[in-house]
């Protein structure tokens, strides 16, 4: 008995002293609770060095948090009880989150950066006028693949996957409209398909791609294929950047059957609390110097087009990461397809993961 | 006067069931009866027996099954030796200090160990047997599985065998009994219990397990626990995995009462 309460009192002591300890450094560093900001982004998504650059620049001291699907971010905005000032969902998360009123309209007059955005990523359709939206960072879906584990052989398209030859080669990424998109397109169907017969052929043909799927996974697909895991790889231009940048054998391709082209953008949610150093941070990252050292780090393609003199060459003119008005024109943006939609491809994308051949 | 005193001291314990147990239970079984639109509907029971989620339960359980028996293998020899040694608490300690570290920690670090160019897969190599995919496979996952849940097994049976009066096993001997007729008849029924309690403690969490699936078994392997955190996270059909949910605890209560202690009230 004695030695627990001496237990937990040294406990106590520890947590009352880590407390004091906080508290004392961040008075000193001028924060003060009121002077918070909430940022809301998906993992890995931020050059860490712009937020201690932010924090220094408006005395504003940063709360970071992640999350890893849109489906997630929505669900805890939705649920209230934190505050987050700024998120950062996708193209269809916001048209989403617009029709169940969990954005706040963004004003303009702050954003004296916004000009430097390409005028193409602005005005789109899931939010016309940026009303509540402005752009951050934007990509494609593709294959990323090692001609030297494959030896030689080159992928252009979807189909291309199916090939005998990659038996267990291929590492998803673990998202339902990915890979039932990448399905649907590989039979020249929309991603954003709701017809059920196409559907179920696209589920079929899936299936039948099984014996070359090694794993359906996460974050993790980044160190995976990087470490030569496998071969073949399905996943976002960015991540594709960032495990070329770690292995030089590595290429990257956009499939010719078409696939997804996606906007991530900054919005200020309802639960907001700090709505000027919202702006205020938005503004910052819109900034065409951080605009650059955000893309170079993260390996996403900015929507800013100053930006881009600041990058290397050998970043701005990649065409695979840039790539053309006249490839991007044949890529989808992902709808809208509503909670029951989307709750079917899910379920179509579990008894794919299922499926044992 | 004495009773007055003990009914207070019940007020905590009462108040903590009925807030952390009883309200979330009843709360899981309210939400399995909306659908993802909110409207009522036992549609969510139907779906439940449809093809898709009954194998899945299958396999859910089979895999626990595999998980529970090979920790029970591992550990019932472990801690039998554990008990023989001179420091036992020692040993103890090292055996429960694995689970001090973080889960997620441990399934990265299995990632590396088993990965094509990881030291499981040399060693492979340098015995002649030459590299195997290991990784996303059901040895991988069922290894990670047992490696995580093997100090839960051996507590409560170290615990039983400790407790067993060592003059039983002399008395057995001391009437010819042979060593496995030992074990049989004397040590392993007087242990039972221990071996009970370790069952409970590995096969319920290994029935909802879900964050190896994914990183070592790469989605090849789904369990039920999988499917509730793709609805509750991604669908946003809380419905349905209420619904999935509601089987799971059903299922564990009755795994509960099948391997409980039937000789109460010793």
């Known amino acids: 008995m004695k030695q627990l309460v001496r237990m937990f009192t040294a406990v106590f002591l520890v947590a009352f002293v880590l407390i004091y300890v906080t508290f004392q450094l961040n008075s000193t560093e001028g924060y003060s609770s009121g002077n918070t900001l909430s940022i809301y982004n998906w993992g890995d998504y931020i050059d860490p060095d712009l937020l201690k650059q932010f924090e220094q620049e408006s005395g504003i001291k940063v709360i970071y948090q992640t999350f890893d699907s849109n489906e997630a971010m929505m669900t805890k905005i939705a649920q209230g009880g934190t505050t987050f000032d700024v998120a950062v969902p996708s193209e269809y998360a916001i048209s989403k989150m617009k029709e169940e009123n969990l954005l706040l309209p963004i004003d303009h007059s702050k954003l004296s950066n916004l000009k430097y955005i390409n005028p193409r990523f602005l005005n789109l359709s899931f939010d016309k006028e940026n009303q509540y939206s402005v752009p951050y960072f934007w990509g494609t879906v593709g294959i990323v693949y090692n001609p030297k584990l494959l030896g030689g052989k080159e992928i252009t398209s979807w189909n291309d996957l199916w090939d005998g030859d990659l038996r267990n080669q291929i590492l998803l990424v673990d998202g339902a409209r990915e890979v039932i998109g990448m399905g649907l397109n590989s039979l020249h169907y929309s991603l954003n398909d709701t017809d059920e017969a196409h559907l179920q052929e696209a589920k079929n043909k899936l299936n039948a791609l099984t014996p070359n799927v090694k794993a359906i996974v996460g974050d993790e697909i980044k160190m995976l294929l990087a470490g030569e895991e496998a071969a073949v790889g399905v996943v976002w231009s960015g991540d594709a950047s960032e495990i070329m940048s770690e292995n030089d054998e590595l290429d990257y391709v956009i499939p010719e059957e078409g696939s997804n082209l996606w906007f991530d953008n900054m919005v200020i949610p309802k639960t907001a609390k700090n709505i000027e150093g919202a702006h205020e941070f938005i503004n910052f990252m819109l900034d065409p110097e951080h605009a650059a050292q955000n893309a170079e780090y993260v390996g996403y393609s900015t929507p800013n087009e100053k930006a881009l003199e600041y990058l290397p060459e050998e970043i701005a003119g990649d065409k695979r990461f840039y790539p053309d008005p006249s490839v991007t024109d044949k890529l989808e943006v992902y709808d809208n397809l509503g909670k029951r939609m989307l709750a079917h491809y899910n379920e179509l994308f579990l008894e794919f993961k299922m499926y044992k051949n | ?266």
């Open chain 2, 1 to 266: 006067m004495q009773n007055k005193t003990r009914n207070l001291y019940l007020i905590p314990y009462v108040f903590w069931i009925l807030l952390f147990v009883i309200a979330p239970i009843l709360l899981i079984l309210y939400y399995s009866f909306f659908d993802i639109e909110g409207q009522f509907t036992l549609g969510n029971y139907t779906d439940f027996f449809s093809p898709v989620y009954l194998t899945m339960t299958l396999s859910s359980f089979w895999y626990a099954f595999l998980i529970t028996a090979f920790s029970l293998l591992i550990a019932y020899p472990t801690a039998y030796l554990l008990t023989k040694l001179k420091h036992k608490q020692l040993w103890l300690l090292l055996i429960i200090l694995p689970s001090w570290i973080n889960l997620l920690l441990k399934a990265y670090a299995f990632l590396g160990i088993f990965g094509t160019y990881g030291p499981a897969n040399a060693l492979l190599e340098v015995l002649g047997i030459g590299a195997k995919q290991i990784l996303f496979t059901d040895f991988s996952f069922l290894f990670v599985s047992v490696y995580i849940f093997i100090p839960f097994m051996v507590l409560p049976i170290y615990n039983a065998l400790e407790k067993l009066n060592p003059s039983l096993v002399d008395a057995s001997r001391d009437l010819g009994a042979s060593s496995w007729t030992t074990f049989r008849r004397v040590i392993f029924p007087l242990t039972l219990d221990g071996v009970k309690a370790g069952c409970q403690a590995v096969f319920i969490p290994a029935l909802s397990l879900f964050m190896i699936t994914r990183l070592i078994a790469g989605n090849r392997v789904i369990t039920l626990g999988t499917a509730i955190e793709q609805h509750f996270l991604v669908t946003q059909d809380w419905g349905m995995g209420s619904t999935i949910a509601v089987f799971l605890i059903i299922a564990m209560a009755v795994f509960m009462i099948a391997t409980g202690n039937r000789r109460r009230g010793i």
